[in-house]
T-cell receptor, first 115, second 113 residues
Framework: EAGVAQSPRYKIIEKRQSVAFWCNPI?????LYWYQQILGQGPKLLIQ????????DSQLPKDRFSAERLKGVDSTLKIQPAKLEDSAVYLC?????????????FGAGTRLSVL | DQQVKQNSPSLSVQEGRISILNCDYT??????FLWYKKYPAEGPTFLIS?????DKNEDGRFTVFLNKSAKHLSLHIVPSQPGDSAVYFC????????????FGQGTELSVKP
């Protein structure tokens, strides 16, 4: 079974530029999550999708971050414009559904450096 | 407000000995707890979990203990192996939050041969 795929693996941009990350979850997983992991901290949830609908985006800085999940499968996360403090690893995860006892499976992440 | 805390950033253990990683939480609504393991340049990988109705769950060399009254859980690895060297994250979820995980800061375990 293929895991969660993310691209690109690394991205370096200058502040005020825009950037987009892509995620393909495990086939059949209805729930998709985007996390931000700053160096030395644990992952922090940015947004959660159930199929193509948003379940929780309370931690998403909506003035600069946006995300969509077209047709309830792939998802993209965009930052526009980027700030220095956005430097982090962006992790995508998926699970069968959003019940609390579902295991979330993570991709390898995209490491973003904002200069 | 750090709802899940791992107060030890790092731990060093000799191969063959026991590794004990600790995690504390503040939210009494949490009722499901997980441990994830992360190697460099990889995403976190699920290791073991425990529901709040239990106080122990075991899977091979890995055992998780939950003390609800103290709001504390721990992961025991016996015997520790060099391949266990990684960052370990504790995570928690609540029944009314739709699967949302709250993670601790992580503990980096180093198992020396």
């Amino acid at each position: 079974e293929a895991g969660v795929a993310q691209s690109p693996r690394y991205k370096i941009i200058e502040k005020r530029q825009s950037v987009a990350f892509w995620c393909n979850p495990i086939s059949g997983h209805a729930t998709l999550y985007w996390y931000q992991q700053i160096l030395g901290q644990g992952p922090k949830l940015l947004i959660q999708f159930q199929n193509n609908g948003v379940v929780d985006d309370s931690q998403l800085p909506k003035d600069r971050f946006s995300a969509e999940r077209l047709k309830g499968v792939d998802s993209t996360l965009k930052i526009q414009p980027a700030k220095l403090e956005d430097s982090a690893v962006y992790l995508c995860a998926s699970s069968l559904d959003r019940l609390e006892k579902n295991i979330q499976y993570f991709g390898a992440g995209t490491r973003l450096s904002v200069l | 407000d750090q709802q899940v805390k791992q107060n030890s950033p790092s731990l060093s253990v000799q191969e063959g000995r026991i590794s004990i990683l600790n995690c504390d939480y503040t939210n009494s609504m949490f009722d499901y707890f997980l441990w994830y393991k992360k190697y460099p340049a990889e995403g976190p990988t699920f290791l073991i979990s425990i529901s709040s109705i239990k106080d122990k769950n075991e899977d091979g060399r890995f055992t998780v203990f939950l003390n609800k009254s103290a709001k504390h859980l721990s992961l025991h690895i016996v015997p520790s192996q060099p391949g266990d060297s990684a960052v370990y994250f504790c995570a928690a979820s609540a029944y009314n939050q739709g699967g949302k995980l709250i993670f601790g800061q992580g503990t980096e375990l180093s198992v020396k041969p």
